[in-house]
């Protein structure tokens, strides 16, 4: 059974409906990344972190959008949401194939899935967004996926106003 969405969110907020098929991550017991790389060897596709996202690959691997909503900081995710992104490791395999030109991680899931990011901030700058839309962009491509649409506003609260 594939989700709907997979929500990662630093406030709780989404512009748009949620199923009961759908997943958020909104908060929990998370703990960071350990760069152990155990999701590759030891329990190959599972983080070897025993936490409320040591799923996390699975959870990509039946989605077929990630939407991410975060505050803006220089362009890049809140700790929060880069905290849950970097546990996605187990969603990649660890060997190589080129692809676009470039190295990157062999696929271990077959699903397609797109990345669209809602970002909020009082002082994003322009040079803030073109960084966070090559951020997602980079993201889509490392993780096979679709890179979406990316969208600004100045307060949080906003973004929950486009359900």
């Known amino acids: 059974m594939y989700f709907m969405k997979l929500i990662i969110t630093d406030i709780g907020m989404y512009p748009g409906r949620i199923s009961k098929d759908d997943c958020v991550i909104s908060s929990g017991n998370i703990n960071p990344c350990r760069g152990c790389f155990g999701c ?33 900081y220089y362009g890049s995710y809140s700790p929060f949401v880069k905290c849950v992104l970097e546990r996605c490791l187990p969603y990649v395999h660890p060997d190589f194939e080129i ?45 096979s996926a679709k890179a979406g649409s990316v969208t600004f506003f100045k307060e949080a609260w906003k973004i929950g106003g486009l359900a």
């Open 99 to 143: 692809r676009n030109g470039k190295m990157r991680h062999k696929r271990r899931y077959t699903n397609s899935f797109e990345i669209n990011a809602y970002f909020y901030g009082e002082d994003i700058t322009e040079k803030d967004k073109e960084t966070a839309v090559k951020l997602i962009r980079a993201n889509a491509e490392n993780l």
């Open 40 to 72: 590759w060897t030891r329990t190959p596709g599972a983080c070897v972190i025993n936490d409320d996202i040591s799923d996390m690959g699975a959870l990509l691997s039946r989605c077929d959008e990630l939407v991410i909503v975060s505050r803006c």
